[in-house]
Protein backbone atom coordinates (compact mmCIF):
# COMPACT_ATOMS: atom_id res chain seq x y z
CA UNK A 1 0.00 0.00 0.00
CA UNK A 2 3.26 2.59 0.70
CA UNK A 3 4.36 1.82 -2.86
CA UNK A 4 0.87 2.53 -4.65
CA UNK A 5 0.98 5.60 -2.57
CA UNK A 6 4.38 7.08 -3.15
CA UNK A 7 3.96 6.03 -7.19
CA UNK A 8 0.80 8.04 -6.91
CA UNK A 9 2.39 10.66 -5.32
CA UNK A 10 5.32 10.95 -8.01
CA UNK A 11 2.78 10.58 -10.87
CA UNK A 12 1.15 13.27 -9.36
CA UNK A 13 3.83 15.63 -8.91
CA UNK A 14 5.28 15.05 -12.68
CA UNK A 15 1.67 15.61 -13.90
CA UNK A 16 1.76 18.87 -11.80
CA UNK A 17 5.56 19.96 -13.66
CA UNK A 18 4.27 19.28 -17.16
CA UNK A 19 1.19 20.97 -16.51
CA UNK A 20 3.05 23.91 -14.93
CA UNK A 21 5.27 23.99 -18.03
CA UNK A 22 2.79 24.03 -19.97
CA UNK A 23 0.55 27.22 -18.83
CA UNK A 24 4.21 29.12 -18.43
CA UNK A 25 4.47 28.65 -22.44
CA UNK A 26 0.85 29.79 -22.62
CA UNK A 27 0.84 32.87 -19.98
CA UNK A 28 3.98 34.78 -21.15
CA UNK A 29 3.81 38.26 -20.10
CA UNK A 30 4.49 41.01 -23.08
CA UNK A 31 7.83 42.83 -23.30
CA UNK A 32 7.79 45.88 -21.10
CA UNK A 33 10.88 48.97 -21.04
CA UNK A 34 9.94 50.99 -17.49
CA UNK A 35 10.69 55.04 -18.01
CA UNK A 36 14.27 55.90 -18.02
CA UNK A 37 15.43 57.61 -14.51
CA UNK A 38 19.03 57.88 -12.60
CA UNK A 39 17.20 57.12 -9.34
CA UNK A 40 17.45 53.42 -8.41
CA UNK A 41 13.88 52.33 -7.94
CA UNK A 42 14.13 48.53 -7.24
CA UNK A 43 12.68 45.35 -5.42
CA UNK A 44 14.31 42.42 -3.78
CA UNK A 45 12.63 39.36 -4.49
CA UNK A 46 13.15 36.55 -1.54
CA UNK A 47 14.11 32.50 -2.05
CA UNK A 48 11.19 31.61 -0.63
CA UNK A 49 8.71 30.68 -2.94
CA UNK A 50 11.54 31.43 -6.53
CA UNK A 51 10.86 27.13 -7.81
CA UNK A 52 7.38 28.50 -7.83
CA UNK A 53 8.01 31.57 -9.91
CA UNK A 54 9.96 29.47 -12.37
CA UNK A 55 7.75 27.03 -12.70
CA UNK A 56 4.68 28.99 -13.43
CA UNK A 57 5.70 31.76 -14.77
CA UNK A 58 4.81 33.92 -12.02
CA UNK A 59 8.24 35.62 -12.31
CA UNK A 60 7.52 37.06 -15.74
CA UNK A 61 4.52 38.25 -14.99
CA UNK A 62 6.05 39.87 -11.38
CA UNK A 63 8.96 41.20 -13.30
CA UNK A 64 6.51 42.69 -16.13
CA UNK A 65 4.61 44.19 -13.16
CA UNK A 66 7.57 45.82 -11.63
CA UNK A 67 8.56 47.35 -15.29
CA UNK A 68 5.04 48.59 -15.55
CA UNK A 69 5.64 50.48 -12.04
CA UNK A 70 8.55 51.97 -13.44
CA UNK A 71 10.93 49.50 -11.32
CA UNK A 72 14.37 49.84 -12.97
CA UNK A 73 15.95 47.50 -10.58
CA UNK A 74 15.47 43.67 -8.75
CA UNK A 75 17.67 41.84 -6.28
CA UNK A 76 17.56 38.32 -6.21
CA UNK A 77 18.03 36.24 -3.53
CA UNK A 78 20.56 33.37 -4.28
CA UNK A 79 22.18 32.33 -0.96
CA UNK A 80 20.37 32.06 2.22
CA UNK A 81 21.74 29.96 5.92
CA UNK A 82 24.28 28.02 3.49
CA UNK A 83 22.20 26.85 0.47
CA UNK A 84 22.60 28.57 -3.01
CA UNK A 85 21.80 28.30 -6.49
CA UNK A 86 23.62 28.44 -8.99
CA UNK A 87 26.65 27.22 -7.37
CA UNK A 88 29.00 23.96 -7.30
CA UNK A 89 30.55 25.68 -4.38
CA UNK A 90 27.65 25.20 -1.96
CA UNK A 91 24.73 22.66 -1.92
CA UNK A 92 21.12 23.14 -3.79
CA UNK A 93 18.23 23.59 -1.91
CA UNK A 94 15.26 21.85 -3.59
CA UNK A 95 12.88 23.32 -1.72
CA UNK A 96 13.92 26.45 -2.78
CA UNK A 97 14.56 25.37 -6.72
CA UNK A 98 13.44 22.30 -7.30
CA UNK A 99 15.18 20.24 -10.53
CA UNK A 100 16.04 21.05 -13.62
CA UNK A 101 15.27 24.31 -13.04
CA UNK A 102 17.53 27.71 -12.26
CA UNK A 103 15.52 30.65 -11.04
CA UNK A 104 18.66 32.92 -11.13
CA UNK A 105 18.80 32.57 -14.67
CA UNK A 106 15.05 32.74 -15.22
CA UNK A 107 15.06 35.95 -13.75
CA UNK A 108 18.26 37.63 -15.31
CA UNK A 109 16.33 36.12 -18.84
CA UNK A 110 12.88 37.40 -17.94
CA UNK A 111 14.10 40.60 -16.18
CA UNK A 112 16.07 41.95 -19.62
CA UNK A 113 12.73 40.64 -21.29
CA UNK A 114 11.02 43.38 -18.84
CA UNK A 115 13.85 46.39 -19.70
CA UNK A 116 15.08 45.37 -16.07
CA UNK A 117 18.38 45.39 -14.17
CA UNK A 118 19.11 41.61 -12.29
CA UNK A 119 21.47 41.43 -9.19
CA UNK A 120 22.42 38.84 -6.92
CA UNK A 121 21.28 38.84 -2.96
CA UNK A 122 23.07 36.87 -0.40
CA UNK A 123 20.76 36.95 2.28
CA UNK A 124 22.19 36.10 5.71
CA UNK A 125 25.81 35.46 4.29
CA UNK A 126 27.41 34.63 7.28
CA UNK A 127 24.23 32.70 9.29
CA UNK A 128 23.47 29.23 9.18
CA UNK A 129 21.49 26.90 10.83
CA UNK A 130 22.80 23.83 12.74
CA UNK A 131 21.29 21.03 10.61
CA UNK A 132 22.88 22.64 7.49
CA UNK A 133 25.17 20.40 5.43
CA UNK A 134 27.63 23.60 5.60
CA UNK A 135 27.40 23.40 9.63
CA UNK A 136 27.89 19.56 9.69
CA UNK A 137 30.58 19.08 7.43
CA UNK A 138 32.48 22.80 8.53
CA UNK A 139 32.22 22.89 12.77
CA UNK A 140 35.34 24.40 12.63
CA UNK A 141 34.23 27.81 10.44
CA UNK A 142 31.51 28.34 13.56
CA UNK A 143 31.86 31.24 15.02
CA UNK A 144 31.70 30.82 19.06
CA UNK A 145 31.37 33.50 21.93
CA UNK A 146 33.42 34.40 24.95
CA UNK A 147 31.61 31.67 26.68
CA UNK A 148 31.52 28.99 24.47
CA UNK A 149 28.52 29.35 23.19
CA UNK A 150 27.85 28.38 19.48
CA UNK A 151 24.06 28.56 19.02
CA UNK A 152 22.47 32.35 18.81
CA UNK A 153 19.16 32.41 18.38
CA UNK A 154 18.70 29.36 16.74
CA UNK A 155 21.13 30.21 14.20
CA UNK A 156 25.11 29.52 13.83
CA UNK A 157 27.44 32.37 12.42
CA UNK A 158 30.48 31.52 10.40
CA UNK A 159 33.69 33.06 11.27
CA UNK A 160 34.46 35.53 8.71
CA UNK A 161 37.93 35.70 9.65
CA UNK A 162 38.79 32.15 9.02
CA UNK A 163 40.69 32.17 5.98
CA UNK A 164 38.35 29.07 4.60
CA UNK A 165 35.21 30.90 5.21
CA UNK A 166 36.79 33.49 2.96
CA UNK A 167 37.46 31.80 0.25
CA UNK A 168 34.29 29.87 0.39
CA UNK A 169 32.52 33.04 -0.23
CA UNK A 170 35.09 34.53 -2.96
CA UNK A 171 34.22 31.02 -4.53
CA UNK A 172 30.54 31.57 -4.13
CA UNK A 173 31.15 35.05 -5.82
CA UNK A 174 33.29 33.96 -8.87
Known amino acids: MKLITWRLKKLTFIWVIIISLLITQLTTAPNHTPEKSQLIK ?15 GTM ?3 LHQLSKLNYNTVYIDVYNTGTCYSSKYA ?5 MSLPFTNPLKAAIKEGKR ?11 G ?4 PYTKLAIKHPDWILSTSNNKKLIDYHYWLDPANPEVQQYFVNLFS
Open 91 to 95: PRNYL
Open 126 to 129: LMTF
Open 114 to 124: QGLKVYTWYEH
Open 60 to 62: DNA
Open 42 to 56: GMWVGHVANAIFTYT
